[in-house]
């Protein structure tokens, strides 16, 4: 099984980082996201009630982590489906004696993506001032909390892409990620939200995902355990959710 | 057959191409609208920021689906171009008497015939969510047209792309870029309010901001002859610099016989 996770791993990273055209748009939108919101919107945390010690580029990063650890979860699903057009996937599925390997090389790789891309980010952070106030521990805490994201994302695309094998599911797997993404306190704390918005943040679990990640980068637990709660079994359940999907495509 | 007349054919050909893909079109007309639902209500408390002009943040960032609609419909008709020139469909459209400067116009048209029924859509849809307009109806023309010309700019742009590469994946390519110019823009705040030093200067300097802006003033201001000029300028001088080069473009693209 590690022979064809590692083998299947190794072919998409080669592609990556080899080919602007998939590096550029994983690694363009964070930063974007990042500098458009945390450069743009600096002023918001002088608004009455915004108690975000860190600072404003700080309460963005948590977002921008987050965002592009779904979100690159969700390219490794167009990644699938795009292998099964192209008769790739069905050859692949041929060749490995284990096929969970398969699962867990996509897996490694839009981890191993995903990194690289935050490192980025997080260069660009220190660069426009964010202050990092928690200390190692808190910040690999926040890089398992990532990778969980990360996994959420990436089995969740997995699980639909395995079961359409087309391009054309790209919306199915894309938009509820970017709703739960953009119905999160995004821009203002969770206390500041008002109306069908604070309703509805309440109740996504993005919501303690961020919340969670905002603590760890304040130096603070408040929220971590309710993150890691809702996390850790998600991850689970997609993986089933990604697995059930490579028996339906075994079937054909 | 005139040149109006070769205008009018080829742009119906771009505009039912488009609405034939229904994927791309439901995504293009309810991205927008789910766009600023969710920035205006996660951003509303913004508004009480001193010095903030638009009574509700909703307001403010009324004009952002004009552009952003703009932004896909432009894109996916130099999309389309860029497969004509790949399938080699440009090129026998060079062998029927069809003037160069027809087939550029045509492809605009159908992308901005697309984006103004989109904008029926979003300001409807604004008006639904309880968006003010202070311009009254004359102010609706203008903010259609002035929406319309921010299409034709970046459909120009986009459609310069596709003739100088050849390539629908060439054109897909620059959408990130055009995205950086809308986020680096007085998008979210306005300009005065942006308190980065480096992140205002980009602001300033970046013409999307006055096109924005000039939408922007209808909703929240009324009539402001400065915004208004200098979004309409803007527009108007990114289309025109983008048509000079395309022109040049096609004449090298194109292998007449």
Redesign the interface.
């Known amino acids: 099984m590690i022979s064809v996770a590692s083998a299947v791993a190794g072919r998409i990273l080669w592609k990556a980082f080899t080919n602007a ?1 998939f590096l ?2 994983a690694l ?2 964070p930063v ?2 990042f ?3 945390a ?6 945390d ?3 009630g915004f108690d975000y010690g860190p600072g404003y580029e700080t309460f963005q990063f948590a977002f921008v982590l987050l965002q592009s650890a779904a979100m690159g979860g969700v390219f490794t699903g167009f990644g699938i489906a795009q292998d099964f057009e192209r008769g790739f996937a069905r050859r692949l599925m041929i060749g490995a004696p284990r096929r969970g390997g398969i699962l867990l090389g996509y897996a490694a790789a839009t981890m191993t993506r995903w990194l690289f891309n935050i490192s980025v980010v997080f260069v660009l952070g220190l660069l ?1 001032g964010m202050q990092i106030v928690g200390n190692g521990i808190d910040l690999f805490g926040l890089l398992v909390l990532g990778l969980l994201v990360n996994l959420i994302g990436g089995f969740w695309a997995a699980g639909v892409a395995l079961r359409l094998r087309s391009t ?1 599911a790209g ?1 199915i797997m894309q938009f509820p990620i970017f709703l739960l993404i ?2 999160a ?4 704390p969770l206390t ?6 604070h309703a509805v943040a309440t109740v996504n679990p993005f919501t303690a995902f961020i919340e969670g990640a905002r603590s760890l980068l304040a130096g603070t637990t408040e929220n971590v355990g309710i993150a890691f709660g809702i996390a850790v079994p998600l991850a689970a359940l997609f993986a089933l959710w990604a697995y059930t999907g490579l028996r339906s495509a075994e079937r054909g | 057959m005139t040149t109006l007349g070769q205008v009018f054919v080829l742009g119906r050909r771009a505009f039912l191409r488009s609405i034939r893909q229904p994927g791309q079109l439901a995504f293009a007309l309810v991205f927008p609208l789910f766009f600023i639902i969710v920035i205006a209500s996660g951003l509303d408390r913004a508004s009480a920021l001193p010095g903030f002009p638009a009574n509700s943040y909703l307001d403010f960032m009324l004009a952002i689906p004009f552009l952003h609609g703009a932004l896909f419909t432009a894109l996916n008709s130099a999309i389309e171009l860029g497969r004509d020139i790949d399938t080699g469909f440009l090129n026998r459209l060079a062998l029927t008497p069809a003037r160069g400067i027809a087939i550029m116009l045509g492809n605009l048209a159908g992308g901005v015939l697309l984006a103004l029924i989109q904008f029926c859509v979003y300001f409807a849809g604004g008006m639904l969510l309880g968006a003010g307009f202070e311009a009254g109806p004359l102010g609706v023309l203008v903010l259609f047209a002035l929406g319309a010309l921010g299409a034709t700019a970046i459909g120009a742009t986009a459609m310069t792309v596709a003739l100088r590469t050849g390539s629908p994946e060439a054109v897909q390519g620059i959408f990130p870029l055009f995205f950086v110019l809308l986020f680096l823009s007085s998008m979210n705040i306005p300009r005065n309010l942006i308190e980065t030093g480096w992140f205002r200067w980009i602001a300033n300097v970046n013409p999307v901001s006055y096109q924005i802006e000039g939408l922007r003033s209808l909703v929240v201001d009324g009539w402001n002859g400065q915004a208004l000029a200098l979004g309409f300028g803007c527009a108007l001088g990114v289309t025109a610099l983008s048509l000079t080069v395309a022109r040049t473009a096609f004449a090298s693209r194109l292998t007449r016989t």
């Open positions: 055209s550029l748009p363009l939108f974007i996201f500098v458009g919101f450069g743009g919107l600096s002023r918001v002088q608004l009455p426009m054309q919306p953009f119905l306190p995004v821009f203002v500041l939200l008002t109306g069908w918005i």
